[in-house]
């Protein structure tokens, strides 16, 4: 017996020496297709020039469906399809603006010397915010630096229109870890400043960029307070109101058009693989279709829909046969609703399926370094020992912890775990939700590196289970 166990042991080794080397080929036959035929780019190309801004419920979202399913067929599924699922129909209306009064004399309030200036500021409406009518709204300036000062000085906010200058914080080396730190301002914002009276909002853009362009995004009302306007500004200007209201007073008028149309007809796309093994057990892995509607909607998440698709392509190109049901789904309304991610989940909970894994890629077209994960311990070391053969491919790390905003009710109707792609994180606020998210924004070898990691992480799951 003493004998038997190091023999044992040896085989097991070399067992496992065979199978890394056997899944770094295939990992490696991917990234070459990936890399030399890819098509990503040039989907991108398509969905983001031919069709633009895809806010849900607009004709681009009817015309981005439409090129999804198509390029889910083109892209040998098995089968593809479209989930409907109804959408809400937030519109802009017209053109934001916002600019500041001031009168201008060397003498008195009269006289041919005495006039009005009128100062723009680049502002962008944010999203689900209702208009302010024709006239617009009009009010002094409050500036609070935090909910804390707001509830300090609230005495002072009836009639006021309320300037909240909460900055990203630079010391978080994670900028999404800012992102979601100062999101309560665009979220929240707007009616605890009308709970005191407030007759509009300023939010400063949530973004450590270095240019003017404003980032619109969703709020949400509280319906026990009255709905006011809300506009985000750039940061330049942001920064230029705030250092004038140190020694001034700043009247300003905010004229928006936001409004609400009835919900509509909307539709996640689905694209399929079908299981040679295990066919009744599935593996998600998707993107978000729609964008916000003042940008090309490039990095958010024109990048996570067309690397969705091209490891579709990769894996039919290269003639790989799941052992499970793997589906690519572009999910219908992210951005102001998330209804195609509970429609999925609702679906999947109806029909007793049984989901493996959920992946999402959400947070740009930029360089790979992590895989997120979110499942059980013992799950998670088994996937923290694939980091090695990902790691030549951007992903050097498994991360504790991932997911995304449309696998998230997956997750909680079923307790799926859930993955997603953790690019390089520094450049993506500088034009989430703004008018920089083009497609001139995105590196092609970048994209195309992000979808490789995703391609392995998706055949790791599939050959060896959770």
Known sequence: MKRILPV?????????????????????????????????????????????????????????????????????????????????????????????????SQKKLSGPDARIENKFYDVV???????????????????????DELEKRKDEVKGKIVFYNYRFNDKFINTFHAYRDAGQY?????????????????????SNATDNSPHTGATRYDSAYAKIP??????????????????????????????FLPDTIGHNIIGELKGTEFPDEIITVGGHLDSWDNCEGAHDDGAGCVQTIEILRALKAIGYQPKHTI?????ANEENGLRGGNKYAEEAKANNEKHL???????????????GFSGTEQQYAKVAAWKTLLAPYGCTEIANGGGGADIGPLNRALKTPTA?????????????????????????????????????????????GL
């Not at 991917?30 to 806010?55: M, S």
């Not at 890629?361 to 930029?366: N, R």
């Open 8 to 104: 044992l042991t040896l085989l097991f080794a070399t067992a496992r020496v065979q199978a890394q080397q056997e899944d770094s080929l295939m990992i490696r036959r991917i990234a070459d297709e990936i890399l030399v035929n890819g098509k990503a780019y040039d989907n991108l190309r398509q969905l983001t020039k031919q069709i633009g801004g895809r806010l849900a419920g607009s004709p681009q979202m009817v015309k981005a469906e439409q090129w999804g399913l198509a390029l889910m067929q083109q892209s040998g599924a098995d089968k593809a399809w479209m989930q409907q699922c109804m959408v809400p129909h937030w519109v802009r209306g017209g053109k934001d603006e916002m600019w500041s009064t001031v009168i201008v």
């Open 125 to 147: 409406a944010l999203g689900n915010s209702v208009g302010s009518g024709p006239n617009g709204v009009k009010g002094e300036v409050m500036l609070v630096n935090s909910f």
């Open 186 to 206: 665009r979220g929240q914002g707007p009616s605890r400043a009308s709970k005191y009276g407030a007759v509009g909002v300023i939010i400063r853009s949530l």
């Open 230 to 259: 809300a506009v985000a500004v750039g940061l330049r200007h942001a920064d230029g109101l705030a250092e004038y209201l140190k020694n001034n007073k700043v009247y300003m008028t905010i004229k928006t058009n936001g409004k």
């Open 327 to 331: 589906r690519f789904v572009l999910f």
């Open 357 to 371: 894994l959920a992946m999402e890629s959400d947070a740009g077209g930029f360089t790979p370094r992590a895989i």
């Open 420 to 464: 997603s792609l953790n690019p390089d994180p520094q450049r993506y606020f500088d034009i989430h939700h703004a008018r920089t998210d083009v497609f001139e924004a995105v590196n092609k070898r970048e994209l195309e590196l992000g979808a490789i990691n995703m391609a392995a992480f998706i055949y790791l799951v599939d050959k060896y």
